[in-house]
Nanobody, 125 residues
Framework: QVQLVESGGGSVQAGGSLRLSCATSGYTYGSYCMAWFRQAPGKERERVATISPGGGATYYDDAVKGRFAISRDNAKNTLSLHMNSLKPEDTGTYYC??????????????????WGQGTQVTVSS
């Protein structure tokens, strides 16, 4: 059974930092692209960052580039998102997701098939 469980969300003031974690099980973690998505109230879910199966290639949405860092530990089957210089517009529910990697494909262009339940991040001004 595939499981992705996020943790680490919370409330923080603008300019602060948070670290999200995602614990996974039930699939071959090292063969999958991993990603963080978020959804703000009343808005569509959007991709935040992706990372390749080996961790060597990352992608960031322009809105978070330079402030967020995605990383993974393939020995522990975990995914992290370090968020710095948080802004009120970063508020939303953050989800980790997994997509089986296809040779030659970019992780940020794949359709993600496995999802966690989400963790809430609230940034106040």
């Amino acid at each position: 059974q595939v499981q992705l469980v996020e943790s680490g969300g919370g409330s923080v003031q603008a300019g602060g930092s948070l670290r999200l974690s995602c614990a996974t099980s039930g699939y071959t973690y090292g063969s999958y692209c991993m990603a963080w998505f978020r959804q703000a109230p009343g808005k569509e879910r959007e991709r935040v960052a992706t990372i390749s199966p080996g961790g060597g290639a990352t992608y960031y949405d322009d809105a978070v580039k330079g402030r967020f860092a995605i990383s993974r530990d393939n020995a522990k089957n975990t995914l992290s998102l370090h968020m710095n210089s948080l802004k009120p517009e970063d508020t939303g529910t953050y989800y980790c997701a997994a997509a089986r990697h296809e040779y030659g494909a970019w992780c940020h262009r794949l359709t993600y098939e496995y999802w966690g339940q989400g963790t809430q991040v609230t940034v106040s001004s």
